[in-house]
Each structure stands twice: as C-alpha cells, then as structure tokens.
T-cell receptor, first 117, second 117 residues
Framework: AQKVTQAQTEISVVEKEDVTLDCVYETRDTTYYLFWYKQPPSGELVFLIRRNSFDEQNEISGRYSWNFQKSTSSFNFTITASQVVDSAVYFCALSPPPNFGNEKLTFGTGTRLTIIP | GAVVSQHPSRVICKSGTSVKIECRSLDFQATTMFWYRQFPKKSLMLMATSNEGSKATYEQGVEKDKFLINHASLTLSTLTVTSAHPEDSSFYIC?????????????FGPGTRLLVL
C-alpha cells in the first residue's frame, strides 16, 4: 500500500522568509512518481512538479526547489523569499509508474501555508 | 497546454434533484479521467476512475448508482449526482492524464462546489 505523510498541518511565516514543506512517503514499488500540487483559495489544484524515483537530482524552479532523498523516503519542497501569493494548501502525492494510464494518486493530507505580509 | 475545465463551477440545488458535472480536457486527449471529492480543510478523496468507452471503476464505499460517471469521448467525462442530499454537498474535482506528454501527471480542473439544500 502507498502512503504519503505531510506532518505539518499548518505553517505561517513572515513574507520573504524561506519555508520548507515536508513530505515522507511509503511504497513497495521500486519505480514510482512523486508530485507536488498547490491549491490556492480558489480551489483548483495547480501542478508544480513531478519527479521519477530513479532521478534523485534536486530541482530548482525560480523560488521553488525540491529535495528528493530516496534513502529517507522524503520529497521536501522549499520556497525561498516567500510571497503572499504563495499562501495556499500544498499537497504531496505519490503514484505507481505509468502503465495503462489509470494509475491512482495517493495524496498527503496537505500543508496549509500562510505568508504574513 | 494540459488544461482541464469543469462546469459548472458552483451549483445549488434542492434535495432530491440530480446534478451533472462536466469535466473536459481542452487541449489533449485523456483516455482516463479521475473524480475526487474534497471536504473543507481535508485532502482529496478519489471517488472513481473514468475510462473512455468502458465502465468507471469506483473506490470502496462510493455508491456507483448515486454517482453516475460517463466517459463518452476522449475529452469529456461527466459525473451525475443522483437524488442529491445535503450530505452530498462538497467540492468535486476532476483530473485527466495526458498520455502523450507528461504521461504520469494528472492535471486538475478548477472544481465544482455543490450545495444541496
């Protein structure tokens, strides 16, 4: 069975501070995908990143960076120089490798991030 | 690319009526779409997997006669909440997987807020 744990339920930081959102996962698959999605107050889920399990390179995209460590089954997400627009609920998710296209996503419970102006 | 739309975005209905929600992939074809339900401040709960041209696969505990799913084409899936009751009030989100590009990634629609009076 697959499981995703986001232990931080809510985080508040002052604008311009850096913040890291934790994600720990469990799976028996040797190959899998990890995702981060952002859900702003409007409700839609915005895709941020997909990471293959065989690619442990960290990734940076602007103020966002992701640290994937297979040894600790973690896929943490860092926002540097946070902005008010970053306020949202962030979900980490896990799926088996693509096969027939019907692979399910297992979501964590989400971390509500509030950036204080 | 990879845009998913949902209609309506918000609906209020009387108890006992049926409500249809449409999910469309606008710029790609999706043989598989997914329907989720989200309660306030909770994570997403997968309801069913919608496969084009075949019956949907429902998750345990989801009543297939209450939540009718039709995936009539490669760009359209519909969810009909039949004989809606107040406990069906929720945020319903669909997602679609682009098989040609970003094959392992689900792209989400903006969601539909259903309120049953």
């Amino acid at each position: 069975a697959q499981k995703v744990t986001q232990a931080q339920t809510e985080i508040s930081v002052v604008e311009k501070e850096d913040v890291t959102l934790d994600c720990v996962y469990e799976t028996r698959d040797t190959t899998y995908y990890l995702f981060w999605y952002k859900q702003p107050p409007s409700g839609e889920l915005v895709f941020l990143i997909r990471r293959n399990s065989f690619d442990e390179q960290n990734e940076i995209s602007g103020r966002y960076s992701w640290n994937f460590q297979k040894s600790t089954s973690s896929f943490n997400f860092t926002i540097t120089a946070s902005q008010v627009v970053d306020s949202a609920v962030y979900f980490c998710a896990l799926s088996p490798p693509p096969n027939f296209g019907n692979e399910k996503l297992t979501f964590g419970t989400g971390t509500r991030l509030t950036i204080i102006p | 690319g990879a845009v998913v739309s949902q209609h309506p975005s918000r609906v209020i209905c009387k108890s006992g009526t049926s409500v249809k929600i449409e999910c469309r992939s606008l710029d790609f074809q999706a043989t598989t779409m997914f329907w989720y339900r989200q309660f306030p401040k909770k994570s997403l709960m997968l309801m069913a997997t919608s496969n084009e041209g075949s019956k949907a696969t429902y998750e345990q505990g989801v009543e297939k006669d209450k939540f009718l799913i039709n995936h009539a084409s490669l760009t359209l899936s519909t969810l009909t909440v039949t004989s809606a009751h107040p406990e069906d009030s929720s945020f319903y989100i669909c997602s679609a997987r682009d098989l040609l590009a970003g094959r392992g990634t689900q792209y989400f629609g903006p969601g539909t807020r259903l309120l049953v009076l």
